[in-house]
């Protein structure tokens, strides 16, 4: 069973940066961040997996890095210049060796304009 706390959300303003991390328990090999903004569908933002290869929604290119840290467990999102658009509650997604997807609780990150 894997387990997926985020960490690092909250309030911060336009052109402002935030960084969330995601702790995993168990043997995990993708990982990922997700958002859903106000009244809108979960969407990808950022994914990567275990060795490394990352992809991007176009909305977050050049603003926001996904990174890990294999030993620790942990994946990372450093969101810069951010956009009251990117206001949104945003999901860490695990998958493990059987592929069998795992989401985090959730953090709300809130960009005032």
């Known amino acids: 069973q894997v387990q997926l706390v985020e960490s690092g959300g909250g309030l911060v303003q336009a052109g402002g940066s935030l960084t969330l991390s995601c702790a995993a328990s168990?043997?995990?090999?993708?990982m990922g961040w997700y958002r859903q903004p106000p009244g809108k569908q979960r969407e990808l933002v950022a994914s990567?997996?275990?060795?490394?290869?990352?992809n991007y929604s176009d909305s977050v290119k050049g603003r926001f890095t996904i990174s890990r840290d294999n030993a620790k467990n942990m994946a990372f999102l450093q969101m810069n210049s951010l956009k009251s658009e990117d206001t949104a509650v945003y999901y860490c997604?695990?998958?493990?060796?059987?592929?069998?997807?795992?989401w985090g609780q959730g953090t709300q990150v809130t960009v005032s304009s």
């Open positions: 997604k695990a998958d493990n060796p059987l592929q069998r997807e795992y």
């Open positions: 168990g043997r995990i090999n993708n």
């Open positions: 990567i997996t275990r060795g490394g290869r990352t």
